[in-house]
């Protein structure tokens, strides 16, 4: 299973960036997706989730109402949609799949984006 994360970048705050997870080697369409984050000095931390039909989601409190998690399985990708963003959002972001207990543990990772957030 190979997992590349894209779109990472360096924004001012207020502004916004689109990550992309395309997953190879799996069946994607039957799998969970998660995205995470680990900032410098700090744990890896769940950011969303998404199960195989897209009909459920999971946020963490920090990125209700700024962040949206989506799908398309015809692409095999997953998409995370990042609005709003604040210096407190700055990080290495991960995708992974492969759920073992929703939402936070999965078998799979991707090698990570970083996202910087600037004042």
């Known amino acids: 299973v190979q997992l590349q994360a894209s779109g990472g970048g360096s924004v001012q705050a207020g502004g916004s960036l689109r990550l992309s997870c395309a997953v190879s080697g799996r069946t994607f369409g039957s799998s969970a997706m998660g995205w995470f984050r680990q900032a410098p000095g700090k744990e890896r931390e769940v950011v969303s989730a998404?199960?195989?039909?897209?009909?459920?989601?999971y946020y963490a409190d920090s990125v209700k109402g700024r962040f949206t998690i989506s799908r398309d399985n015809a692409k095999n990708t997953v998409y995370l949609q990042m609005n709003s963003l604040k210096p407190e959002d700055t990080a290495v972001y991960y995708c992974?799949?492969?759920?073992?207990?929703?939402?936070?543990?999965?078998?799979?990772w991707g090698q990570g984006t970083q996202v910087t957030v600037s004042s």
């Open positions: 992974a799949t492969g759920l073992r207990e929703w939402p936070r543990q999965y078998a799979y």
């Open positions: 998404i199960n195989w039909s897209g009909l459920s989601t």
